[in-house]
């Protein structure tokens, strides 16, 4: 059975201190083109890329659910790892600590925000915009 992978979106992004801050949603929209267009065979499985704040309108693309965080980013991936990890295997990408300690209690593997990008080619900006 394919994982499914829960994409911490603010941690990812704000790992590469590219100027993301000057545009939060439209760095969340790159980080999810870049995991549409990943190579399966580096990270299979189906991808769900959290967002919050100013990237909450940054809509779905068909290989990537983006799920809009109602308040916390982190808990709402601790709920989507609860509600998934009884029937598949989940993998949250994050280099958040705390998130991390919370995640893998339920059962959950991680992936660091470093080891995701490696995987994706997702540098940060793109820099033909």
């Known amino acids: 059975m394919e994982p499914l992978i829960i994409v911490d979106g603010a941690n990812v992004v704000g790992s590469v201190p ?3 801050w000057r545009d939060r949603a439209g760095a969340a929209a790159r980080l999810r083109d870049a ?3 990943r190579d399966r065979s580096a990270l299979p499985g189906d ?3 959290v967002v919050e704040g100013a990237a909450r309108g940054v809509p779905p693309v068909d290989a990537v659910p983006v799920e809009a965080a109602p308040q916390s980013g982190d808990d709402h991936i601790v709920a989507l790892v609860r509600d998934n990890v009884d029937h598949r295997p989940v993998i949250v990408a994050t280099s958040d600590r705390l998130l991390r300690q919370r995640v893998t209690r339920l059962g959950a ?3 660091s925000a470093g080891e995701l990008r490696a995987a994706i ?3 940060g900006r793109d820099d033909s915009i």
């Open 35 to 37: 995991l549409a267009d």
């Open 109 to 111: 593997s991680i992936v």
């Open 47 to 49: 991808v769900t890329l």
């Open 121 to 123: 080619s997702y540098g």
């Open 18 to 20: 590219d100027g993301w």
